[in-house]
């Protein structure tokens, strides 16, 4: 099974820009869709972006549209999730996470199979 490790979060001040990281081990990454999820304080954890195993189709909830952006590399086993024009409504524990059953992306909102611990990011007003 694979294991899943992020980093690349901090403080940042709102208009700024973040990449965030994801690195995969002990599986076959390349086989593995895969997605960003989010928990704000306080409230559920929420799919953000997703991208199938081969990078060529992506997803992304309405929200971040146009300001994030998910990519992966299956030769390094990374995936990241490049974010601009940050806001504080963006704070929050950003988790990788990924799942070796074929679904379509967006229907991975009810989570994934393998996590990662998350790494947090703060967007200061």
């Known amino acids: 099974q694979v294991q899943l490790v992020e980093s690349g979060g901090g403080v940042v001040q709102a208009g700024g820009s973040l990449r965030l990281s994801c690195a995969a081990s002990?599986?076959?990454?390349?086989?593995?869709?895969s997605a960003w999820f989010r928990q704000a304080p306080g409230k559920e954890r929420e799919l953000i972006a997703a991208i199938t195993w081969s990078g060529v189709t992506t997803y992304y909830v309405d929200f971040v549209k146009g300001r994030f952006t998910i990519s992966r590399d299956n030769v390094k086993n990374t995936m990241d999730l490049q974010m601009n024009s940050l806001k504080p409504e963006d704070t929050a524990v950003y988790y990788c996470?990924?799942?070796?059953?074929?679904?379509?992306?967006?229907?991975?909102?009810?989570?994934?199979?393998?996590w990662g611990k998350g790494t947090l990011v703060t967007v200061s007003s």
């Open positions: 002990g599986g076959t990454f390349s086989i593995y869709n």
């Open positions: 996470a990924a799942d070796a059953v074929p679904k379509l992306l967006a229907e991975y909102r009810n989570g994934m199979t393998y």
